[in-house]
């Protein structure tokens, strides 16, 4: 070097054997003797450690031949099925629900039916599989373009697959009247604001629990009539039963800004929220039996799935991570967010942003608990070290953007995974 100017050299070492330094093969021969250039250490060459096993490992994945431009919100397994709702990507809408065979013996998995709102007027954000007697159904939560939040749903046929025959009936009076084989059930149609986050059964009460961006409704399974109606100070995002209890997520607060309206705004606004604990026999309307504050959720327009297991809440609060919580005391457990989570090193303004966002959880049997942090990936954490406030990572993986729900069914991991579909991965033993 000289006069600040770099001159690069190629080596050329006529007749000479060259190794990477790295490599395990015939690098035994190949010593460097202490010397005044190299600070008089010298080198030996020592076999590397093996290249690390991969906890986790992607399994085959579906390639849906339908090209609408979705994105994959929320996968639950039911039979030997497995059901999967999208909503669109952007301010478009444009809903599909898709159901598919989980991996075979030959590790594959296979797209076998889809039905899609080719109109672009439906959007959904979730889905639950609603079995009772002889009704088998799926039944999806989000919004209707004209008409706001609306749940979808339509009959499982023999073999798992959607009935999309319609079938014509007759009135009293003695009209026909063509019944849609997918039918959609509309919250308040004036009130195009609304959006529905999501549904479960309560088999206890007999009733559909739904959130919204209003509050509670409840819905009698049969006749469909709406049993209750609980307005809350702000959007109610998830629902789970779990330990003879319901267990809601409510922010306490409306949100300033709109995501769709003001996009860059509405993604720094995190808003106040709590989580509210009922008897699974009492009425949505009546008092918590337990409340407790959680961090802010940013953003406020994200998944913020909640899981109930052996008396503990699992809620992913976005930008904040997952939060485990005593589900009789409201004691805070343990807390796992992402390595690094704040944008640093930003080329386009957005130092200060979080990188990503816990959106989808589920807990084994097993005690381990599964993640989907939004473009952050795939986390599972070692049973017993969140709840002692310790958490390990057993295995972490990342395809893009979005992991939004996940579940594990006969020991596969299943993630409805934004613009990626469905993704589908094996976690091999410890």
Not at 28 to 35: E, G, M, R
Not at 231 to 244: C, M, R
Not at 331 to 356: C, F, R, V, W
Not at 414 to 419: D, F, L, P, S, W
Request: net charge negative; glycine share 8%; proline share 5%.
């Amino acid at each position: 070097k000289k006069d600040d100017q770099t001159t690069e050299i190629e080596p050329y070492f006529p007749g000479a054997r060259i190794y990477w330094a790295t490599g395990k093969a015939n690098t035994s021969d190949v010593i460097i003797n202490p010397t005044e250039c190299n600070g008089g250490t010298g080198w030996t060459p020592t076999n590397p450690d093996p290249e690390p096993k991969k906890p986790i490992v992607p399994i085959s994945v579906i390639e849906p031949d339908h090209t609408h431009n979705i994105s994959a919100t929320c996968v639950q397994p039911y039979s030997d099925k497995m059901y999967m709702s999208y909503h669109a990507r952007g301010k478009d809408h444009g809903s599909c629900v898709e159901v598919f065979q989980p991996v075979d013996a030959n590790k594959q998995v296979k797209l076998l039916q889809y039905v899609y709102d080719k109109e672009g007027f439906l959007d959904w954000n979730h889905l639950m599989v609603y079995h009772k007697g002889d009704t088998k159904q799926i039944y999806v939560a989000g919004n209707h373009y004209k008409k706001a939040g609306t749940l979808g749903f339509i009959d499982i046929a023999k073999g798992g697959l959607l009935n999309t025959e319609a079938k014509t009936i007759v009135t009293e009076d003695g009209t026909e009247k063509t019944i849609k084989p997918f039918q959609i059930l509309p919250l308040n149609a004036k009130e195009k604001a609304t959006d529905e986050n999501c549904i479960v059964y309560d088999d206890v009460k007999d009733r559909f629990i739904v959130m919204t961006t209003k509050g509670y409704v409840t819905y009698d399974p049969v006749t469909l009539n709406e049993l209750e109606k609980v307005n809350k100070a702000g959007k109610a995002k998830h629902v789970a039963i779990g330990d003879g209890k319901i267990v809601t997520l409510v922010f306490t607060e409306q949100a300033q800004y709109n995501e769709t309206d003001n996009p860059e705004e509405a993604s720094k606004e995190a808003i106040n929220a709590q989580l509210e604990v009922r008897d699974q026999s009492a009425e949505m309307e009546s008092e918590p039996k337990l409340t407790i504050k959680t961090p802010a959720v940013l953003p406020h327009y994200g998944k913020n799935a909640i899981a109930v297991k052996k008396s503990k809440i699992y809620v992913c609060l976005g930008a904040a991570g997952l939060y485990c919580y005593d589900i009789n005391t409201g004691e805070n457990l343990g807390h796992y967010q992402m390595p690094n989570p704040i944008i640093t090193d930003s080329k386009n303004g957005k130092n200060g942003n979080y990188k990503a966002y816990a959106n989808g959880c589920y807990v084994g049997d097993d005690g381990k608990v599964y993640i989907a942090y939004g473009s952050y990936g795939v986390v599972v954490l070692k049973a017993g070290t969140l709840e002692t406030g310790n958490p390990e990572v057993l295995a972490h993986v990342c395809e893009g953007k979005s992991a939004n729900y996940i579940t594990v069914y006969k020991d596969y991991i299943y993630v409805a995974y934004g613009q990626k579909r469905v993704q589908v991965y094996q976690l091999k033993a410890e």
